[in-house]
């Protein structure tokens, strides 16, 4: 929205927020020492005329010239403690430390994807089974951390190794590159299931069977990804029909290897 958008907003309505501050500034703020303040996008002024009120020197910048006469309105007695600026914040930021607080709510900012490193090329893995698997690394970058994936394109639409590594923002994407690929070429230099003696469907290779899971988003029912190759729900079952009698651990653990440091992880 341009200025003109902001301004029409005010002006379409007598008064659009509270007039209170936001709790979260008030949590924050209350016990700090009175400084200099920036409020970012103040619309109608509560969070600017609230420290104001407590000492601070407040400098409240809106696009909109309706926000800022009924913000300066609305606070007659913070006048001295308060500068009503009219600016776009994002064509001139305010300059950098020089506020000892900076409170911004609600304040739109356009949204500007990352610039992600440029992904290695594919890698090429031969399973034990002699069938050749090429994954292609797919970066991501999440508001938590940055996810490096390896994942075999297929023809079949769910088939497919998949592996992910998740880490800081900071972390190394080569480093990552290569340990999401060192998962990769363990996993599928093993084989959890092997033709059935008879007939058609599988059988374990082992007393262990490791895969992804696949839920159908429109009701039907969920599949396994054993070996890199779609089993039905029916599939699995047969496989371990030759364990009857034994009791059974089903384990769901995480797809996707997290090292992020543990502050990243406890936010
Ligand atoms: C959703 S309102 C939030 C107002 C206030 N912070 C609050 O929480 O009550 C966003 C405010 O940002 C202002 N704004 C939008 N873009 C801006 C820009 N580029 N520079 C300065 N202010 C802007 C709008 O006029 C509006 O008052």
Same mark, same amino acid.
């Given at each position: ?114 610039? &992600?490193?440029?992904? !290695?090329?594919? +890698?090429? #893995?031969? /399973? ?6 090429? =994954?292609?690394?797919? $970066? ?76 159908? &988003?429109?009701?039907? !029912?969920?599949? +396994?990804? #054993?070996? /890199? ?6 599939? =699995?079952?047969?496989? $371990? ?27």
């Amino acid at each position: 929205m341009d200025t003109h958008s902001w301004d029409e907003m005010y002006r379409s309505r007598e008064r659009v927020f509270s007039g209170a501050p936001h709790a979260v500034l008030v949590a924050e703020a209350a016990a700090l020492p009175p400084g200099r303040a920036l409020d970012v996008g103040c619309g109608e002024g509560a969070d600017a005329s609230w420290p104001a009120g407590r000492g601070w020197q407040v400098t409240a910048v809106d696009i909109a010239p309706t926000a800022l006469q009924r913000a300066a309105a609305a606070a007659p007695d913070t006048a001295g403690h308060v500068v009503w600026t009219r600016a776009d914040l994002t064509a001139a930021p305010p300059p950098a430390g020089a506020f000892d607080l900076v409170s911004v709510h609600y304040f739109p900012l356009r949204y500007q994807p990352e610039r &992600l490193p440029v992904a !290695p090329g594919p +890698v090429e #893995v031969v /399973g034990l089974d002699g069938r050749r698997h090429v =994954l292609r690394y797919r $970066l991501w970058r999440a508001p938590t951390g940055i996810s490096v994936r390896l994942v075999e394109e297929c023809e079949g639409a769910d088939d497919g190794f998949e592996f992910a590594v998740f880490s800081d923002h900071d972390a190394d994407v080569d480093e990552l590159a290569v340990r999401v690929r060192a998962e990769a070429e363990a996993e599928i230099a093993r084989c959890y299931v092997e033709p059935a003696l008879q007939g058609a469907g599988w059988r374990l290779t082992g007393e262990e069977i490791a895969g992804r899971l696949i839920a159908d &988003l429109e009701g039907g !029912p969920v599949r +396994v990804v #054993v070996d /890199g190759r779609t089993l039905s729900w029916d599939e =699995l079952g047969e496989a $371990l029909a030759s364990y009857e009698g034994w009791r059974f651990r089903l384990a769901i653990d995480a797809s996707l290897t997290d090292v992020r440091s543990d502050a990243a992880k406890a936010q």
